[in-house]
């Protein structure tokens, strides 16, 4: 049987009805050596759906924080029962299975469930020996040519362990959304304790396998992440932190570590990349091949909306280390973020006849150019696309070239909200608004925040198409409907201490045929 805490984790997550304990006759009993500790202290998850498919996680894991990675688990084979259901008492199951948990993969379970009605609520769970899982809810997606009158979403980032509690992801799982995007930071891989008693483990910078692994397990215990992950399918693209910060392509930030070689760097992404797959609900497209993942990928939601999640990390050439205030080189558009294959991808994507009406790019740092300096000199982020404006200037020719309506990008990496309309040419307001964007503050990163910061406040007066910007913590949630796309920025009071109440601090408006915001903020 699941423990306690994680029943606790079900009521608070509004899925107390679905853990039906005494429903374990539709699930053959395995022969089970092992003792009675928990198998699925991690929880379970969903992701990437589809019309007819969802992929379905867990890992089996007893001891998250054993230092050697495995999870306090015999290196062995394990094997795993899973079903699907139409209820949460599992009394309508549609389909069911058996797989095994292996010890090269960190005893990780990836089912790549078909057979399945479109924008259809299923729980499922996992049952190992005579262990069964919490339970999780996920959704699939609409059929391609279904026309749904609304949908919702919810994006976040930036989860940082020692930073504060994931309350923000408490509330995100008490939402009704269709799906939830993670937009990188879902680890952070330094080392260090913070004050509030939630250290990081290992104590240090993780480097190989094994630390990656016990850092994803750690993270995994958290009551609020394992709330999210039962509550909502999730798809997700990482940024820096899931391997080191500030990383681009095959070269490492510059520090004094041994990965400055690009050859040691690339172990340290595959290592990186092996305990991130190991522990997220990924599909098998997504598959590590060593320091090599295909992480850009389309998810349509109907004629309604799509998303395009992009990877802005493998392919792009290095920062300018150099770029104090303005320089040349960051307008060249020879240095790239996305690599040609992407970009080219995602332009055709964005430019398809056939594709949805709202087109949501998920996206890491900010696209909006975002001067942080007051008065008349400049300065930009060399890490986001400010310090690839050559890149961002052909993407976005591309984009107003081929007539893309309903763009909208959502972002992470800052730590603060923002909504800012994207100018042709961020010179000249007057020139034509090729697409929308929304920042997304931190889960934790940062600590408590506060509604505008000095440097927000500069943003808003150096940057005239930014329209609202904030410091707290929070998510962001979206309705989407025919007509508008909707943003409330949801906003905590606290994250030093647990159990803050959410509010919303503000909601911005699209309009489907008219680029630019309409209502919220200094609109
Ligand atoms: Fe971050």
């Known amino acids: 049987m699941s423990t306690n805490l994680n029943r606790r984790q079900l009521i608070g997550a509004g899925l107390a009805g679905g853990l039906a304990l005494t429903s374990t006759a539709t699930l053959p009993s395995l022969a089970d050596e092992s003792s009675e500790t928990d198998l699925f202290t ?109 949908l919702a979403f919810a994006f976040t980032s930036c989860q940082n362990y020692p930073a504060g509690y994931f309350t923000a992801l408490r509330h995100m799982a008490q939402d009704d959304l269709d799906v939830v995007l993670h937009l990188g930071d879902y680890i952070y891989e330094g080392g260090g304790g913070g004050a509030l008693g939630r250290a990081h483990a ?63 760097f690339r172990q340290r992404r595959a290592a990186a990349f092996k305990a991130m797959y190991e522990n997220m ?5 997504q598959l590590p091949d060593g320091p090599d993942m295909r992480l850009y990928r389309r998810v349509r939601y109907g004629r309604l909306l799509d998303f395009s999640m992009i990877d802005t990390r493998q392919y792009r050439d290095d920062q300018l280390e150099d770029c104090v205030g303005d320089c040349e080189a960051r307008r060249d558009p020879g240095r790239t973020m996305l690599g040609e294959a992407q970009e080219r991808w995602l332009v055709d994507g964005l430019a398809d006849p056939g594709a949805a009406r709202w087109k949501v790019v998920g996206n890491q740092g900010i696209s909006f150019e975002a ?68 920042l997304g503050t931190s889960v934790s990163s940062g600590g408590d925040g506060g509604d505008q910061s000095a440097l927000t406040r500069t943003w ?64």
């Open 42 to 150: 991690l929880g379970v998850a969903s992701g990437d759906p589809l019309p007819d498919s969802v992929v379905l996680w867990t890992r089996l894991c007893r001891s998250p924080l054993a230092p050697d990675g495995l999870g306090g688990m015999a290196a062995r084979r394990y094997p795993v029962r899973w079903e699907v259901a139409e209820d949460d008492a599992f009394r309508r199951v549609v389909r069911r299975g058996s797989t095994v948990a292996a010890p090269s993969w960190a005893h990780s379970v990836h089912v790549e469930v078909d057979g399945l009605r479109p924008g259809r609520d299923y729980w499922f769970r996992f049952r190992a020996g005579r262990q069964l899982s919490p339970v999780g809810h996920t959704r699939t997606a609409p059929g391609y040519d279904a026309d749904p009158a609304a």
């Open 202 to 264: 290992p104590a240090s910078e993780t480097f190989g396998l094994a630390d990656y692994r016990v850092r994803h397990s750690q993270y995994k215990t958290d009551p609020d992440l394992q709330a999210l992950h039962a509550a909502h399918a999730m798809i997700s693209v990482p940024d820096d932190h899931e391997v080191e910060n500030n990383w681009a392509g095959d070269i490492s930030q510059v520090d004094t570590e041994p990965d400055q070689d690009p050859a040691v």
């Open 281 to 285: 609900p990924y599909r098998r497209a």
């Open 371 to 438: 001067d942080r300096v007051a008065g008349p000199g400049v300065a930009y982020s060399q890490d986001n696309w400010g310090g690839y404006a050559g890149a961002r200037q052909s993407l976005y020719d591309q984009v107003h070239e081929a007539g893309v309506e309903n763009l909208v990008v959502v972002t992470g990496d800052a730590h603060r909200n923002a909504s800012a309309e994207l100018k042709l040419d961020f010179a000249d307001q007057s020139s034509p608004t090729i697409g929308t964007e929304f």
């Open 460 to 523: 808003l007066a150096e940057n005239p198409h930014i329209k609202f910007a904030n410091d707290q913590r929070g998510y962001q949630r979206v309705r989407v409907s025919r007509e508008t796309l909707e943003v409330d920025y949801r906003v905590l009071e606290y994250v030093t201490r647990p159990g803050s109440p959410v509010s919303t601090r503000e909601t911005m408006v699209v309009e489907s045929g008219r680029p630019g915001i309409v209502a919220g903020g200094r609109v």
